[in-house]
C-alpha cells in the first residue's frame, strides 16, 4: 500500500474530517477547519489526554490561562530574543525556506554554492536571517496608543505565571502538576505537510513542579508514560513510534535535556511531543522579571525553593494527523480505504442500518439509534445499498455497523458488522449495548 498525505488529505475532505481554512475565498495558507468528524475525533483525542494527566494523577490539575498575557512574559520567557527560525531567501524565484531543512548545520553552507530547491538557480540564496516567529497585535482602541501584546506562541508560559495561585488554592505539594490545553499561533515561515506545521495549533501541555535534584529521574517517569499513551491509549502502532534526542546545538535556550517522541508519517519521521526538562529557567526568569518572589516553601523540611520543571508539551494538531496516518489502510482485497482508528476515540462509534426504508425497518432502527444516542455517538443512514453505506463509515473510522433486517422483526436480533474484519455477528437487541461497551 502506497500511503501518501495527499491521499489523507484527500479523505479528510471527502469524509468532513479536516477542511482549509477559507476554501471559497481559495483558501489560507497554514489554518485548517475541523468539520464534524474531525471535531469529534480532535475532542475525543483532547478527553482522553485530559482524563490521563488529571484524573489518572492526583497531583496534576488543570488550568484555562488566556492567549493574550502580559507582554513582559514574553520577554523573560526569551521569547522575544530566541524564537526566532533562520530564514533565507531566493532572489531569483522569491522563494523563502528554513535554512535548517536544508542542513541542522546550516550555518556552515556556504549559501553561495547552495541550489534553490523551487528554481534550481544556484548562488541566489540569501544568507540566513533570523524571523520571530510571535504573532503581534495590539491591545486597547487606538493601535498607536494601545500596547503591544502578542498571541501566545506556546500555553506553557500562562502555567508558570499562575503556578503560585495555583499551588496555593489547590493546596499542592512538590511534585505536582499543572495541565492545559489551548491554541498557540507561531508565523511559521514555511507551514507544510497538511495539519503538521500550522500557524494556528493547539497544545496540550503538562508542566510539573519537582524538587531539584529529582528532576532526572521524573524526566524518565514522563517518557515513558507519554510514550505508552500513544500505543495504549490512542492505539498508534508502536513500530512507528521512537524517541529522538536533541543534541546541545538542538536544545532550545530553556533545555538542559529534551526528547522528542517522533512518529513515522508518510513523508518521515517527525516530532508529535516534546518532553523536556526546563530547570528552574522559567520561574527564575519570571521571578526576576516580575519581581515577585516564586520560591516555593517545603514546610515538612523547613525549605525554600525554586521547583524544576519537567515538561511534556504535544500538539493535539499533530496527534491527531498521527492518528489519521496511522489509521489510514487500503483493503485491496476487498476495494475500500479503511480508517482503523481506535474505537475509544472513533468519531462516529456505529451507524444503524434499516436494510431496506420499508416494512416497519426504519422506525426499529431508529429505536436503537434512540437508546445508544445518549451513550454514544451514533448515526442513523437509510441511503444507498447497504454495502456501499458500510463502506462510507469504513472511510470515516465508524467500527461498528447494526443492520436491522426483516429477521430483526421476528426475534429482535440484528447484525453487527466488525469495520477492520467485516465479520458479521447476530445478537439481541439488548445484547447491542454489551457489545460497544466491551469494545469502547
Ligand atoms: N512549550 C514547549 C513547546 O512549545 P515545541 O517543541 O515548540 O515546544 C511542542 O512545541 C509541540 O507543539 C510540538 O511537538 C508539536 O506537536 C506542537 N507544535 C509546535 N509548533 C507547531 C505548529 N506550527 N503546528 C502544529 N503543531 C505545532
Same mark, same amino acid.
Given at each position: ?195 503538521? @506545521?500550522?500557524? $494556528? =495549533? ?5 508542566? !510539573? +513542579?519537582?524538587? &531539584?535534584?529529582? *528532576? ?68 527564575? @526568569?519570571?521571578? $526576576? =522579571? ?5 520560591? !516555593? +516553601?517545603?514546610? &515538612?523540611?523547613? *525549605? ?137
Amino acid at each position: 500500500m502506497n500511503k501518501t498525505i495527499e491521499k489523507i488529505v484527500s479523505l479528510c475532505k471527502r469524509r468532513g474530517f479536516v477542511f482549509q481554512s477559507s476554501d471559497i475565498y481559495g483558501g489560507f495558507s497554514a489554518v485548517y477547519d475541523y468539520g464534524p468528524l474531525g471535531v469529534e475525533l480532535k475532542n475525543n483525542i483532547s478527553q482522553l489526554w485530559w482524563k490521563e494527566m488529571t484524573q489518572v494523577h492526583e497531583n496534576i490539575v488543570g488550568l484555562d490561562s488566556g492567549i493574550l498575557m502580559h507582554p513582559k512574559i514574553w520577554e523573560a520567557s526569551g521569547h522575544i530574543g530566541a524564537f526566532n527560525d533562520p530564514l533565507v531567501d531566493c532572489k531569483q524565484c522569491k522563494s523563502r525556506f528554513r535554512a535548517d531543512e536544508f542542513s541542522k548545520e546550516y550555518q556552515k553552507l556556504i549559501w553561495k554554492e547552495v541550489k534553490c530547491p523551487k528554481c534550481g538557480t544556484t548562488g541566489e540564496l540569501t544568507d540566513p536571517r533570523q524571523f520571530n516567529l510571535m504573532f503581534k497585535t495590539s491591545v486597547g482602541p487606538v493601535e498607536e496608543s494601545g500596547t503591544e501584546a502578542f498571541l501566545r506562541p506556546e500555553t506553557a508560559q500562562g502555567i508558570y505565571v499562575n503556578y503560585q495561585l495555583v499551588q496555593g488554592a489547590m493546596r499542592m505539594k512538590v511534585p505536582f502538576g499543572i495541565a492545559q490545553i489551548g491554541k498557540a499561533f507561531r508565523n511559521e515561515i514555511i507551514a507544510r505537510n497538511f495539519i503538521f @506545521r500550522t500557524r $494556528e =495549533f493547539e497544545q496540550m501541555e503538562m508542566q !510539573y +513542579f519537582v524538587k &531539584p535534584g529529582k *528532576d532526572d529521574d521524573s524526566l524518565i517517569d514522563w517518557k515513558n508514560k507519554r510514550l505508552k499513551f500513544y500505543h495504549q491509549k490512542l492505539g498508534v502502532s508502536k513500530s512507528k513510534l521512537r524517541f529522538h534526542e536533541h543534541k546541545n546545538e538542538e536544545l532550545a535556550h530553556y533545555a538542559k535535556e529534551a526528547w522528542d517522541i517522533e512518529y513515522e508519517f508518510p513523508f518521515g519521521w517527525s516530532e508529535i511531543e516534546g518532553i523536556h526538562n526546563r530547570t528552574d529557567f522559567d520561574l527564575r @526568569r519570571h521571578q $526576576e =522579571f516580575s519581581g515577585k518572589n516564586l520560591l !516555593y +516553601f517545603d514546610q &515538612p523540611n523547613n *525549605d525554600k525553593f525554586l521547583p524544576y520543571i519537567i515538561e511534556t508539551s504535544a500538539g493535539l494538531n499533530r496527534m491527531l494527523l498521527t492518528v489519521l496516518s496511522d489509521a489510514y489502510w487500503e483493503d485491496s482485497e476487498n476495494n475500500r480505504i479503511v480508517m482503523k482508528i481506535d474505537p475509544r476515540i472513533a468519531p462516529v462509534k456505529a451507524v444503524i442500518c434499516p436494510l431496506v426504508k420499508k416494512d416497519g425497518l426504519p422506525e426499529k432502527a431508529r429505536k436503537i439509534v434512540d437508546q445508544l444516542k445518549p451513550l454514544y455517538r451514533v448515526i442513523y443512514d437509510q441511503q444507498g445499498s447497504i454495502g456501499k453505506r458500510y463502506y462510507r463509515q469504513d472511510e470515516a473510522g465508524t467500527p461498528f455497523g447494526i443492520t436491522v433486517d426483516h429477521q430483526s422483526l421476528e426475534d429482535d436480533t440484528v447484525t453487527i458488522r466488525h469495520r477492520d474484519t467485516q465479520k458479521q455477528e447476530r445478537v439481541s437487541s439488548e445484547q447491542i449495548l454489551n457489545v460497544l461497551k466491551d469494545n469502547i
